[in-house]
């Protein structure tokens, strides 16, 4: 099946720098991907789609300029937290689309980010 | 705005038996996919099963099958002959018929297996 990276696996940053989080697609051309976060017990919540070579969509109450999403290849996306502050510290999970099969969706194993 | 509700938060059964886990949804589309994500405490998410609306027969993946009521909006799915393996969260998913629609996701519910 089609598989889904991320990178890193875990990472810790002070508060106020920013932190990239590496979404690829090892397999197939991912024309749209998806970026979630996750709470502790509590269940996925989009943030926002992105479409190579176009400018993401946000999801409602998601800041963009904070949480900025760049898709600039068919395998790679990223994620860049920007003044990352204890309370971004989460579980982010991207998905993989490459819109061949309509509903096959691809998820990475996800990041863990923690902000001290 | 298309909703989905997973109305138990936990669930237990013993190996070997069987658990039925509930979804409702809502949405005014009559042609979309229903899922079921297993997610264990690695934290990848893992596709159990997948509904097509407009096919009317349950599907069904080796000891894992749903009751799909459409008209009454409810999507269950059912473990036979669970196994240790099986714990995890499982989440019910909706997702729009075009291609590379986002899933929305219900609350989750947790499955603790006893042996």
């Known amino acids: 099946g089609a598989v889904v990276s991320q990178h890193p696996s875990r990472v810790i940053c002070k508060s106020g720098t920013s932190v990239k989080i590496e979404c690829r697609s090892l397999?197939?051309?991912?024309?749209?991907m998806f970026w979630y976060r996750q709470f502790p017990k509590q269940s996925l919540m989009l943030m926002a789609t992105?479409?190579?070579?176009?400018?993401?969509?946000?999801e409602q109450g998601v800041e963009k300029d904070k949480f900025l999403i760049n898709h600039a290849s068919l395998t790679l996306s990223t994620l860049t937290v920007t003044s990352a502050h204890p309370e971004d510290s989460s579980f982010y999970i991207c998905?993989?689309?490459?819109?061949?099969?309509?509903?096959?969706?691809?998820f990475g194993p996800g990041t863990r980010l923690t902000v001290t | 705005a298309q909703t989905v509700t997973q109305s138990q938060p936990e669930m237990s059964v013993q190996e070997a038996e069987t658990v039925t886990l509930s979804c409702t949804y809502d949405?005014?589309?009559?042609?979309?996919?229903l899922f079921w994500y297993k997610q264990p405490p690695s934290r990848q998410m893992i596709l159990v099963i997948r509904?097509?609306?407009?096919?009317?027969q349950n599907a069904t993946e080796n000891r894992f099958s749903v009751n799909f009521q459409k008209a009454a909006k409810s999507f269950s799915l059912k473990i036979s002959d669970s196994q240790l393996g099986d714990a995890a969260m499982y989440f019910c998913?909706?997702?729009?018929?075009?291609?590379?629609?986002?899933?929305?996701f219900g609350q989750g519910t947790r499955l603790t297996i006893n042996p």
């Open positions: 949405t005014s589309e009559s042609d979309y996919y």
């Open positions: 397999d197939f051309q991912a024309t749209t």
């Open positions: 509904q097509e609306a407009y096919k009317q």
């Open positions: 992105s479409n190579e070579g176009s400018k993401a969509t946000y």
């Open positions: 998913a909706y997702r729009r018929k075009q291609r590379a629609q986002k899933l929305v």
């Open positions: 998905s993989a689309s490459s819109g061949t099969v309509a509903y096959e969706q691809y």
